[in-house]
Structures are given as structure tokens and as C-alpha cells.
């Protein structure tokens, strides 16, 4: 088979990518490798559909899903104008903290202007668009009904040179398999992954695992949108009130609600045990799906543990290789992070790539590195907030001195964004991945964090 450089035409740095999976996670991937590649094939074991349509290599499609602000961002660099064609498709923009009745630790929190503005819609809507965006980009391809079942490598081992797929082939057909070179061949299968087993294989080790399961469970259902209704979300709050709560517009003139439970307290999918656990929500959320009329059945979801597969520890890796998304850490999907952490993600390894001299070897291993610190801090968020209920496994608390302080002034700051407009702003931004966790703890805000603190006080006295 001829070389995959070989295609190179001058045109880019390098030939052929190979993107394992057509998630989220792999369509960012490949319009970031087409700015570098003259071929970026996208091998998935589904039929993908034309339109907005559910493929049953997602299941977790159908539920509510958000793209924070930081993935919205780099999708609109990466497909300008695509914000506008969703919002015409009908995704409903809205201010993050104008727009939202958000209630948290009990306490309904204030609305205000904030300039943050995101969009509501639907992951196949989103997911669609995006398809149909890079099939207009001639350099990709979308190989779709096969299923990446090995790697490739040279003699030595040291490098992946291509990847093994089967035809999955129809009722009539008989599966084939074939092997395709790439000079870069990417991971994004999300959570299904076989990278480990693969490694194996070739004589490497398998990474460690991270995994922090505080069982949650959700049930999303939609409804025919109602005239002028709130878009609320209701945080649950630890240790013993578990249920969660949204309800958000969607296109199509629809509204989802949403329930969640923490610690196996998981909200049925009957649709009468449903409307029962409405009103626990409070009356707020019970008004909104008052008089609804529903047009789906209650779908519910679980296995949301929060795992990651420390590929960016091993002291050996092969050259031309990458794992991202899913495949390299899979975030409680309740805290909407996935979507844009593989966004970020997909940055990280074109900014690699775009750095590597032409030469491709030892940009895996770095990249692996950077999402592993992007990783790092997102996966604190999310894990600190699963580790409040207390029967959560996996993970540690700390209980050195330091590890006190950080808990009790996390849970200040939560406090001083009831008052405090400038703290609120910064903890949001934190939460859309636009500033790193550390500005949480920059001077200006811990001064203003402070300043609430001996206030509050003085008035408790």
C-alpha cells in the first residue's frame, strides 16, 4: 500500500489522519488535524444521519446536553457563522446568568446582564451541524459502517503507522477487513476505547485509572415548549437533598426538563413516577412543567462515573498517536464538561502539530501532556463536587491543614456569589472553562471573598 506521505502534495505539512470515531470529540478533532493534513479520514461503525437524527452509537444523544462557553467559542473559530445557522435552526441563545432561575445550596441566586452568552439546543442539532460543516471540507472523508478493531505499527514497535478496520458490511455482506496508513491516528472513541488492550498488544503498559462514582443517574423528557417559560436549573445540594433539575429550551418549539439523583437516588422513567417526583423539585420547577404537554417518553441515563486513564503518566508511548476525549478521561456528564474539554483537547494537538518542524514524532507524548493538565483541573471541579455526597467511591478527600482551607473557601466563594456580582462573574467563568480555577484565588477575588466573610459576620454578631 503506498505511504500515506506520499500524498502530500505540498499543499500542508503532512499526508493522511486517521480519526477513530465521529463523536463529538472526533469532528472537533478532525477540523483541527485539517488545517495540517492533506487527508483526514473519520472512521465510525455507524451510518451517520444526514439531519438531526439519533444514531444508536450515542445514546446519550437524546439527553440535555450544553456546550459551555469555552467550546462555543472555538467552534465559532472553527465554523464561522455556525452559532448563526444554529440559532436559525432554532437553538435559543441566553445569557448564563440573566436568563437562568439558578437555585443552589437552597438559595435562589440573582440575575443579572453578564455578556456570557450560550445556546440552547439539542446535541443532535449541534452534532449534525457540525457534520455538515466538515463534509463540505474537501480534505475530510467520513468512512462510516466499519469499525477500527487493531493499530498499526512499524518493526521496532515505536511508532503507529495506520490503523485495522472491518467493513461491518450489511445483512448480505460478509465483513472485510483492510488496513489503512496514516501519519497520525487519533483515539476519539470516547468511553467504548480499546486503546489499553491495543497497547498491550504492542508491548506497552496499560495506564493507571482514575474513576470517581458518586451514582448519579438522570432522566431527561421533553416537552412542547410553553409560552414565555422559565429556563430554571436546580443545583442539588449535598448531603441530603439529591435531586437536580433543569428545564431549557430546545429547537423545534420544544422545552427539555431534566431530573437527576445523586447516590443511587436515580428518578424513574415511568412516566407517572415521573410527574410524581416533579413537585420535589419545588414549586418553581413545577409550575414550568405545568399544563406541558409531553412528546416523549422519559429516557433515562446512568453510568456516569468520572474516569481517567492516565495515558500522560507512562514513561513510554508510541510515536503518532493520540487519545482524547472520552477515550482519555470521561467527566460526569451532569457538570456539562466532556464537549468542550475535547474541544480544548483538539487545540492542544494542533497547536503541536503546528509547532513540530515537520516532523511528527514526539508530538503524541506532548500532547498527551497538555491534556493532561487541561484535564487536571476540570477534573477537580468535577470530582470535589461528586466527593460532597457521602456515598461517592473512588477519589480522596484531603485532610491535611491546606486541603481544609481550600473546601471551606470554595464553599465561601459559592457563598459570596449571592452578593457579590464581581465573585460571580469569575466563579462562571471558572465553570464555562474560560479562566483556570486558580482565578477563583487570584488577590482581587480572595480580598472580596474575605471582605464577605467579615461582613456576613459582623451581621451574624
Sequence with gaps: MEPASSMSQNRKKFGRAVVMGASIAGLWTARALADHFDEVLVFERDHLPEGADFRSGAPQARQFHTLLQSGLEQMKEWFPGLDEELISAGAVPYDVIGDVHLRARNFWFPQFPSG???LSCSRLLLESSIRRRLRQNPCIRFVEGVQVIGLQCDEAKRRVTGVRVRNR????????????DA???VDALGRRSQTPECLLEMGYPAPKESEVDSFLGYVTRKYKRKPNAPMILIVAAPPNDPYGALVFPEENDTMVALIGGYNKHYPPTDPEEFDALIPVLGPEFQEALKDAEPISQPIGYRGTSSRWRHYEQLERW???????????CGFNPIYGQGMSVAALSAVALADRIQHSNGNLDGV???TLREIGKITQSVWLIA????????GTEGGTVGEGPLDRFRRWYVHKVLEATT???EVRLVFVAVNQLVKPATALFSVGIFLRVMKYVFVRKSWEE
Design 183 to 185: 501519519d497520525l491516528v
Design 318 to 328: 508510541p510515536d503518532r498517536f493520540v487519545v482524547l476525549g472520552d477515550a482519555f
Design 169 to 180: 458490511g450489511g445483512p448480505a455482506q460478509q465483513e472485510s477487513d483492510s488496513i489503512h
Design 364 to 366: 503524541a507524548r506532548s
Design 419 to 421: 452578593v457579590d456580582k
Design 116 to 118: 456570557s452568552i450560550l
Design 383 to 390: 470530582t470535589n463536587a461528586d466527593l460532597e455526597w457521602p
